[in-house]
């Protein structure tokens, strides 16, 4: 597996976002296989694993923390905080980014991790109720007393990713982003790529859908937040297909799949842009790990945005209620 730089952090180029083991997608994932995938993917060259305290609550971190235990010292593990979530799990409503609630997070994610460093330790949403200066301020204390070695922000915006940088380096900002979801592009990767930051995409499939296996018929359970997704409702699925279509297209001609394409897509913007697909199934994790290899040349990737910039995506990428929390 290639290397790539995260602000002064060195990772695998393709990262491992576990959320799916555990949350999001339906029932969780049996936990012996998900310690399987998660080392499989060790095995295979990953290097960066991404977790938080929120998706569970505490579970994944706990499952990541077993997994990772006899390897700890090959791999980066990233988690988060920002929640209001109470000590026994228990979520209350809103955002949670006092400093002294930092602290206490910082030091359960360490217990659920099995660890005794934090490798990324990342907001997980913008608090607008705590100023990112004192945010960042104490994530600084945590990495001056050895429990962090990186701080990281989530959807944040360009002025609140400079506000933050000014009171401790930025190492990594993650947001949405992919083929059908661009929005980091107008102001955030500038600010990322001006103060040497390295950027996360999270959600590089598209919730799953830009790997073609999901259509209009498709069912959800109730457990999967997709359920309640406005670009994943029937009609939207319908609309977007011709996104996939697009990414069909291109991995036929390169003898890939479109999740390759999609992901291959991604790395080929920036060389600071480390994707975190997650997936629950050993061959699909292969075939995420392929798409470092596929090679798109200048040509196709800008066959491949023309013929974007002309489908009009259908829906917005999540609820109101969760988009509201974005780019403060």
């Not at 569970?56 to 077993?66: L, S």
């Not at 204390?141 to 990186?150: E, F, T």
């Not at 009609?235 to 001609?253: F, G, P, S």
């Not at 600071?272 to 798409?291: A, F, M």
């Amino acid at each position: 597996m290639k290397k790539r730089k995260l602000g002064n952090l060195e990772v695998s180029a393709l990262g491992f976002g576990c959320m799916g083991l555990s949350y999001g997608y339906g029932p969780a994932t049996d936990k012996q296989q998900a310690i399987h995938v998660i080392r499989a993917a060790v095995e295979r060259g990953v290097t960066f694993f991404d977790t938080a305290e929120v998706y569970g609550p505490f579970t994944n971190e706990e499952v990541v923390g077993e997994a990772l235990a006899p390897h700890r010292e090959q791999v980066v593990i990233a988690t988060k905080f920002g929640f209001d979530i109470a000590p026994d799990g228990q979520r209350r409503a809103g955002l949670n980014s006092r400093p002294e609630h930092i602290k206490q997070v910082a030091e359960a994610s360490l217990k659920h991790l099995k660890t005794g460093i934090i490798d990324i330790f990342y907001q997980h949403r913008v608090d607008p109720d705590v100023p990112i200066e004192d945010v960042a301020g104490a994530v600084k204390d945590l990495i001056q007393a050895g429990k962090v070695k990186h701080f990281g922000l989530s959807e944040a915006s360009a002025n609140t990713i400079r506000r933050a940088h000014a009171v401790h380096a930025v190492t990594a900002v993650q947001s949405e982003y992919s083929i059908w979801t661009r929005d980091p592009e107008p102001e955030v990767l500038p600010t990322c790529e001006e103060l040497g930051v390295g950027f996360v995409p999270w959600s590089p499939l598209g919730q799953g859908f830009l790997t073609g296996k999901i259509d209009a018929s498709t069912k959800f359970e109730s457990t999967d937040f997709r359920a309640v997704f406005p670009r994943f409702t029937e009609e939207a699925r319908k609309a977007n297909q011709a996104v996939v279509d697009l990414l069909t297209q291109i991995a036929r001609r390169k003898n890939a799949t479109p999740a390759q394409i999609a992901l291959a897509w991604l790395l080929a913007q920036k060389p600071w842009i480390v994707p975190i697909p997650g997936t629950t199934k050993i061959h699909r994790l292969e075939e995420n790990i392929g798409s470092a290899s596929v090679e798109l040349t200048a040509e196709d990737l800008k066959e491949i945005n023309a013929t974007a910039s002309n489908i009009p995506i259908q829906g917005a990428r999540l609820p109101e209620s969760i988009l509201q929390m974005s780019y403060r």
